[in-house]
Structure formats: structure tokens, C-alpha cells
């Protein structure tokens, strides 16, 4: 059995373990309510804009080139983890989705590359010498849209000058606080469909900003019963929006991932901080034990040094 002192070692280093895990479950907990709330400001911007790109496509037959598909010869892997670690399983499972794109990409002999953003997917890239076009890292916890402009800028440039044909997108997925998903997206080439997920999307299932307790960002279709007159023409119009519906999307990934990692990391905390808890109360019942031994050998010994001397 352990030494008396020894346990009581544990249990001090036990709880300063557990004040450190707590302290930093309730500054994942604000981080991730901070984080949600960046997302959620960019969608009334996302749904005006979306609403005139439909007013826009209904009346040009010109489609920029991010609208057009051709014959994918290359395919782009845009994969998103985090700078920091201590957020459970979240890391892991993107860069496994990834990794597994890339195997799936290697056997069939179909050409990619990788742009990795955060720390975590660049280094395990490294590692794996993977060969990485880019690696974006030191995004902050409330990154803003000027901060994702260099990874989305890069994205749309390498699609325009036919670098790749298509862009996939690996991140996590928010739904909620205690449920996060690793998922696999096509961004590139820009599809209605893939806009109108996106600006829904932005609303997770459940909590405080989801879709049944926000009723300001619905997504509504407008019928359009006047006429609009565009200058310079509805074709250069949608150039410049297309791109920058691009531009927010990857942004909102990027959120969305952040808000995940928080949120996988606050619970991760929490267990930690339970199951510190659980140890406390294991070691504390064996110092317990230990201190009681001690004090029955004490005895025991007295006892059996004045039997001693009375013989």
C-alpha cells in the first residue's frame, strides 16, 4: 500500500489538475457562445445575398466561371482542424475524413492537393509527407472575414487558373453543443443548392441560436414582381458576387469549426474535471485506509510493547 504521504501527494496534484480543467471548460464554454455569435452575424449578409443571386441568375444566361463544371483532372482537399490540442477526439476525427480522401485519392491515381488549415492538420501532413500546396495557421478564436480572406483568395485563384477542378471541403460540422461532425463538402464549382446549405447552415439544431428560437435570419423566397435594371450588367454583377459568397462560405467553415473545436474541448474538460473528481474520492478512501493502518500498527505495537514489559 502506498505511503501515507505519497497519496496525499496525488490528491494536491489531483486538484490543481481539476481547478486547471474547470478554468478552462468555462473559457471553451464562452469561446464556442462567441464563436457562434461571429456565424450567426454574417447571415443576414448571406441570405441578401443569396436572394439577389437568385434575382441574377433568372435573368442572365451568362454564369461566371465558379458557377461552370468541367472534367475534374484535379481535386483541391481544403482541410480544417485546429492550432491548439486538449479538445477530445475533434482533431482526429477530421484528419482521419482526410486521410482517408487522400488514400481513396492515391489508389485511383487521381491527382489532388492539400491546403491544410491549423496547426494540427499541418504538422500530421508533415508528418505523413503529404504534399501540402499551403498551410494557413494562427486563425484567433473570433477570426473574422478579413483573417480567411488569404485561404479563400487562394481556393478561387487556384480554381480560376484551372490549378484544380474541384474543392472539397473536410471539417467539423457544429449541430450542437455536445454533438459535433466530421464531414466531407463540396464547395467548388458553386452550386445554388450548395449556397442555400450553406446560408441555412448557419443556424445549428439545437441551443440558443438555433433555427426554432432565431426568427430573424429566416431564409424566405422573394417573387420578384418589378423590374431591376443592373449596371454595369447582371454578368459582371455576378463575378464580383459570386466570389465573395465564396469568400463568406469558406469563412463560415472556418467558424463553424472553431465553434466546434470549443465546444468538443469544453466537454472534454468536463470529463476530465469528473473524472478528477471520481479520483479524488478513490484516493482520499485510500489515504483513509492508509492513515487508519498506520494508526492500527501504532497501537498493535504499543500494545504488544507493554505486554512485553509485564512479562
Do not use: C
Request: proline share 4%; glycine share 4%.
Amino acid at each position: 500500500m502506498s505511503s501515507v504521504k505519497h497519496i496525499k501527494q496525488r490528491i494536491k496534484s489531483v486538484r490543481s489538475i481539476s481547478q486547471i480543467t474547470k478554468a478552462m471548460e468555462a473559457v471553451s464554454a464562452t469561446k464556442m457562445r462567441r464563436s457562434q455569435a461571429f456565424a450567426l452575424g454574417a447571415r443576414p449578409y448571406a441570405v441578401a445575398a443569396f436572394q439577389m443571386l437568385e434575382n441574377l441568375l433568372a435573368r442572365t444566361p451568362e454564369l461566371p466561371p465558379l458557377l461552370l463544371g468541367r472534367p475534374v483532372k484535379r481535386s483541391l482537399l481544403l482541410v480544417i482542424a485546429s492550432d491548439k490540442g486538449l479538445a477530445g477526439a475533434f482533431n482526429s476525427a477530421v484528419l482521419k475524413k482526410a486521410e482517408a480522401r487522400v488514400e481513396e485519392q492515391t489508389k485511383s491515381g487521381a491527382p489532388y492537393a492539400v491546403i491544410a488549415v491549423g496547426k494540427k492538420a499541418r504538422d500530421r501532413f508533415s508528418r505523413r509527407r503529404v504534399p501540402m500546396e499551403q498551410s494557413f495557421v494562427g486563425f484567433g478564436d473570433y477570426t473574422e472575414l478579413r483573417d480567411t480572406l488569404p485561404v479563400a483568395n487562394s481556393v478561387i485563384q487556384g480554381f480560376l487558373e484551372e490549378k484544380w477542378d474541384e474543392v472539397i471541403a473536410v471539417y467539423t460540422n457544429f449541430k450542437s453543443t455536445l454533438k459535433q461532425e466530421a464531414i466531407i463538402k463540396k464547395i467548388l464549382p458553386v452550386t445554388r443548392e450548395g449556397i442555400e446549405e450553406m446560408v441555412t447552415a448557419i443556424l445549428p439544431e439545437r441551443g440558443r441560436y438555433s433555427a426554432e428560437k432565431t426568427t430573424n435570419y429566416k431564409l424566405q423566397t422573394i417573387n420578384y414582381r418589378y423590374e431591376y435594371k443592373f449596371e454595369p450588367s447582371p454578368a459582371e454583377i455576378l463575378n464580383v458576387l459570386v466570389p465573395q459568397l465564396l469568400r463568406v462560405h469558406i469563412h463560415h467553415i472556418i467558424l463553424e469549426s472553431n465553434a466546434s473545436e470549443h465546444s468538443a474541448r469544453m466537454v472534454a474538460m468536463k470529463n476530465a474535471s469528473e473524472n478528477a473528481k471520481e479520483l479524488i474520492g478513490e484516493l482520499s478512501l485510500l489515504y483513509n485506509k492508509s492513515r487508519q493502518a498506520g494508526i492500527t500498527r501504532e497501537l498493535t505495537e504499543i500494545t504488544a510493547g507493554r505486554e512485553a514489559l509485564e512479562v
